[in-house]
């Protein structure tokens, strides 16, 4: 990390004028959803279940195949697993609710003129499929999507989108629930918040909140006569 980068996290995130949002999970509360289907994928190949949302967020990581290797579908298994993972997932994540402050802090974000985008690994279809029950696109002034879903490369995404955004890295917050989120900021130069309430439980050495409420008090003082009340 170069030694600007480490004056402006010393800094805190006063400064950020984007915010890069991911989907699932953070926004989206699929975590139990996605144990279930899982779960199902396991016991077609006669495999251990995880036993509850903990024992989940314990083991989900990425790369993605590492996640497959460490509950037992190794590369052998890997392709077919996936496939049935995928097509499982889109009969059941209508089911999944936003996590329950997502929209007030949109909205507070919204009013201080900070920018936000979303960025999924997901493929565009099914992305837009998940979205529409929430009605968020005018939350957001760009929908980033991956178009492999076996490599889930968010990264690609946002650094096109970085590229013609017309802002610094370091005025960008990426806000994630998993290594690879904060993966992808530390390789762009962005800043990074940890979500601890979605896919993955990760102890790396970050800031991190267990609401997206709490994004607020991270980013600063509101002005007078702000939507915080909404928040309450």
């Known amino acids: 990390m170069s030694a600007a980068r480490d004056?402006?996290?010393?800094m805190?995130?006063?400064?950020?004028?984007?915010?890069?949002?991911?989907?699932n999970g953070t926004l989206l509360d699929d975590a139990e959803i996605c144990r279930q289907v899982m779960n199902a994928v396991l016991e077609e190949h006669a495999l251990e279940p995880l036993a509850d949302e903990h024992a989940y967020r314990s083991v989900f990581?990425?790369?993605?195949?590492?996640?497959?290797?460490?509950?037992g579908l190794g590369d052998d298994r890997f392709l077919s697993a996936a496939t049935t993972y995928l097509d499982l997932l889109a009969q059941r994540v209508g089911e999944a609710p936003l996590?329950?402050?997502?929209?007030?802090?949109?909205?507070?974000?919204r009013e201080?003129?900070?920018?936000?985008?979303?960025?999924?690994?997901?493929?565009?279809?099914?992305?837009a499929r998940q979205m529409a029950p929430h009605d968020l696109g005018e939350a957001f002034e760009a929908v980033l999507s991956i178009d492999?879903?076996?490599?889930?490369?968010?990264?690609?995404?946002?650094?096109?989108?970085?590229?013609?955004?017309?802002?610094?890295?370091h005025d960008v917050l990426v806000v994630g629930d998993t290594n690879h989120d904060r993966e992808i900021a530390d390789?762009?130069?962005?800043?990074?918040?940890?979500?601890?309430?979605?896919?993955?439980?990760?102890a790396g050495d970050?800031?991190?909140?267990?609401?997206?409420?709490?994004?607020?008090?991270?980013?600063?003082?509101?002005?007078?006569?702000?939507?915080?009340?909404?928040?309450?």
């Not at 004056?7 to 010393?10: E, H, P, Q, S």
């Not at 999924?120 to 279809?125: G, K, M, N, V």
């Open 148 to 169: 492999d879903p076996f490599r889930a490369s968010k990264h690609d995404v946002i650094s096109r989108w970085l590229a013609t955004s017309g802002m610094a890295a």
């Open 12 to 23: 805190g995130l006063g400064h950020i004028r984007a915010i890069c949002w991911d989907w």
């Open 206 to 232: 970050t800031r991190r909140v267990s609401t997206l409420g709490e994004l607020i008090d991270l980013l600063g003082p509101l002005p007078v006569g702000s939507a915080s009340a909404e928040l309450a």
């Open 7 to 10: 004056i402006v996290t010393d």
């Open 61 to 71: 990581r990425f790369p993605i195949r590492d996640f497959y290797r460490s509950v």
């Open 112 to 127: 201080r003129g900070i920018r936000q985008v979303l960025a999924s690994a997901t493929l565009p279809d099914a992305l």
């Open 99 to 109: 996590h329950s402050d997502v929209r007030a802090t949109l909205a507070v974000l």
């Open 187 to 202: 390789d762009l130069g962005a800043e990074f918040v940890h979500f601890d309430g979605g896919h993955q439980k990760w």
